[in-house]
């Protein structure tokens, strides 16, 4: 519930290009690769890699391949069916020998770059399943037409069996319909396509299997489930443990050489311990473990790279219990830290001045540690689409007596905001010039600000009564948190004190984040939705939530408008310290919510602000976007590490490249690091 996805496409920034030999220069990069469909892929860039010594290169080489090492988990946790079929596809697109320039085989070619991108069959945002543009009878005539051999069949089985298992989970769209159904009113876990509990349980049996695990009395419990399969065995059920040895063995036991590696490269002993706490925890599968991982991650702070790898977040669970499987490698991006390490050092003048009620503060707020950081691999949940900010751990008495860490991903804002200059979209939503110059003028800083006070003191913030079940807002938890980190941010943004620390420049730079947050929410992240569709995705909500919640409240003052132009709609923020008022006030409401584990407050909240979309508006606004030609989503590729050994087979150096394209990488990936069975 910790990661802050970057929604907004205004901003644009104007960072200077680091002059180094392998990494060119912002002006001289090429950021966009790909698009298909909703999607457009981008290359991100690796400034001061070279930078590092031989030593860093080396550790980041080897986390680089723990982290792909791992790609596999996620495409089996999204879907059962998710291997066999990206399997079968890359096999027909490897060795297909009849028309490659036919319709069919291009929309072919497509299906396969968006499995690609939703690690799976469902789309990665709206996590809908997508159906193919090719014909049934197409798909069986390419697969029968390949050599059996690159199949990937099941023992006996015959191509014409794999086509007939696969046609209904690839073409039929009331089979495995939601990835992670949050819906109302129905079993989350009967409805949902992904792979974390067996067939025929039921959301009761789950509650029930984890309501008894857990003891109210435990200040310090386990993140119960959080690396298991739940399935019902002989009629019992049992946990199914991501571990060597267990589910997922081969992929974690090739995890576990890369590690160890690693540990050996490590900058200092603290970071060693932490890859080998980490490496233990993957051999025993023992959650506590996990936990004595987790606070070692947090309290290491002086080491510059770091990385993250496991079983993380539970955003893919409509129970929020079981955590997909995700990595990132990063170092600190020293310069660009300084801004955080100043949000950081008032964490506590932060908190003990917000709007929420005295009894809900936190008396002291403690290590929040941030930093900005420069992303050298993405792996897993984290790819091909990644977050631009992530807070870590997740549990939430770790957090509470040893703090987190946050992360702002520079290298990779940077991608989005120069792949995002001058295309139209600031002329078409923006409602005037005045808009558009602080837009140009702040965006990109405050944009960044805004993640930064997010996730370095709003997810921080405050706390929970004595005894307030951390899991009482189920399947709103998610919105609810993102909407009280959000919040947080853009309460403060306007702060005169902001101004006073030197993080923005001007007393009216905030502005800039307000109008684009509330366009955003209330209109323009529309374009991510398909007609008719609800919103589910927990970030989209909170967005929603919070627009939509300071419009209706700010109506009667006029603070928010919006108006029609020549047919078309748009937001006019009339007072802007009247809408920090009103921010003010849903934080203390939100928190309320938040610290007394209030489920029916929270409820009505998300459904009443953050669910339904105004169908006249979301036509209009997918209209005026189409004729941009923008793709809605974003994903990237990796740039690739090669090590360059002595005749010893000793490491001399890591080269980074960033000419591979986006099929070539994921072939070579499907080649290079397919560590899991088809089925498991
Ligand atoms: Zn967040």
Redesign the pocket.
């Known amino acids: 519930m910790?990661?802050?996805i970057l929604i907004s496409m205004t901003s644009i920034l104007m960072a200077s290009g680091a002059a180094n030999a392998a990494t060119p220069k912002i002006e001289d990069f090429s950021y966009s690769v790909d698009k298909f469909a909703d999607i457009e892929i981008l290359r991100y860039r690796v400034p001061d890699f070279d930078d590092l010594s031989l030593k860093q290169k080396e550790m980041i080489y080897y986390l680089g391949q723990a982290a792909l090492e791992g790609r596999d988990i996620l495409y089996d946790q999204n879907n059962k069916y998710n291997l066999c079929i990206r399997r079968t596809l890359e096999a027909v697109y490897l060795n297909y020998k009849g028309d490659r320039e036919s319709v069919e085989f291009k929309q072919l070619t497509t299906y396969l770059k968006r499995v690609w991108m939703g690690n799976g069959i469902h789309h990665h945002y709206s996590e809908d399943k997508f159906t193919p543009e090719f014909s049934e009878d197409f798909f069986r005539k390419a697969v029968l037409s390949i050599d059996a051999t690159k199949l990937p069949l099941a023992k006996e089985e015959t191509p014409s069996a794999l086509v007939a298992k696969l046609k209904p989970v690839i073409f039929d769209p009331t089979v495995y319909p939601k990835r992670t159904n949050q819906a109302e009113g129905v079993d989350l876990i009967k409805t949902s396509a992904n792979n974390y509990y067996g067939d025929n349980i039921t959301q009761v049996e789950v509650e029930a299997f984890y309501g008894k695990m857990k003891n109210p009395n435990d200040t310090r419990p386990i993140s119960y489930g959080l690396n298991s399969k739940l399935v019902k065995e002989n009629g019992v059920l049992v946990e199914k443990t991501y571990k060597a040895g267990g589910l997922y063995s081969t992929a974690i036991t090739g995890i576990i050489g890369w590690l160890k590696k690693a540990a050996e490269v490590a900058e200092n002993d603290k970071q060693k311990a932490v890859i080998l706490s980490l490496i233990d925890f993957y051999k025993t599968g023992d959650l506590k473990t996990y936990d004595e991982y987790s606070i070692k991650w947090v309290e290491d702070l002086a080491s510059q790279i770091d990385f993250v790898n496991g079983f993380t977040e539970t955003y893919g669970d409509p129970l929020g219990m079981k955590a997909s499987w995700e990595s990132m490698v990063n170092f600190k991006n020293i310069e660009v830290t300084k801004r955080t390490e100043t949000i950081s050092k008032n964490a506590q003048w932060f908190e003990d001045n917000s709007p929420i009620d005295p009894q809900f503060k936190k008396e002291t707020v403690k290590g929040v540690s941030a930093k900005v950081i420069t992303a050298a691999i993405l792996a897993g949940d984290c790819y091909p689409a990644t977050p631009i900010g992530i807070?870590l751990p997740n549990s939430n008495w770790i957090r509470h007596e040893y703090g987190s860490k946050s992360v702002t991903i520079e290298n990779i804002t940077e991608a989005y905001d120069q792949a995002s200059l001058g295309n139209g979209f600031a002329e078409e939503f923006m409602w005037s010039d005045v808009e558009r110059k602080r837009a140009k003028d702040f965006a990109s800083l405050t944009n960044n600000l805004h993640t930064d006070l997010?996730?370095c003191l709003g997810?921080g913030s405050g706390k929970l009564l004595p005894g307030v079940d951390p899991d009482a807002l189920k399947a709103y938890g998610s919105c609810i948190e993102?909407a009280r980190?959000d919040l947080f941010g853009l309460y403060y943004m306007g702060d005169p004190k902001i101004v006073e620390l030197g993080l923005l420049p001007d007393k009216e730079a905030y502005k800039a984040e307000y109008y684009s947050y509330i366009m955003n929410g209330l209109m323009t992240q529309l374009t991510r939705i398909q007609p008719r569709k609800n919103i589910e995705e927990a970030h989209m909500r909170n967005r929603q939530l919070i627009a939509s919640w300071v419009f209706e409240k700010g109506k009667a003052d006029k603070v928010i408008e919006l108006v029609q132009r020549n047919g078309e709609t748009f937001v006019i923020v009339n007072n802007y310290e009247k809408l920090r008022v009103l921010f003010g006030h849903l934080l203390a409401e939100i928190q309320k919510i938040k610290s007394t584990g209030d489920f029916e407050g929270g409820k009505n909240l998300v459904e009443t602000y953050g669910v339904k979309v105004n169908e006249t508006l979301h036509t209009e606004v997918l209209g005026r976007y189409k004729k941009l030609h923008l793709a809605p989503y974003r994903g990237f590729v990796n740039p690739v590490y090669t090590a360059i050994k002595n005749e010893k087979g000793e490491i001399t150096n890591v080269i980074i490249s960033y000419t591979e394209n986006y099929i070539d990488q994921h072939l070579r990936y499907s080649h290079e690091y397919s560590t899991l069975p088809t089925f498991n």
Request: proline fraction near 0%.
């Open positions: 910790k990661k802050i807070n997010h996730e997810h993102e980190a």
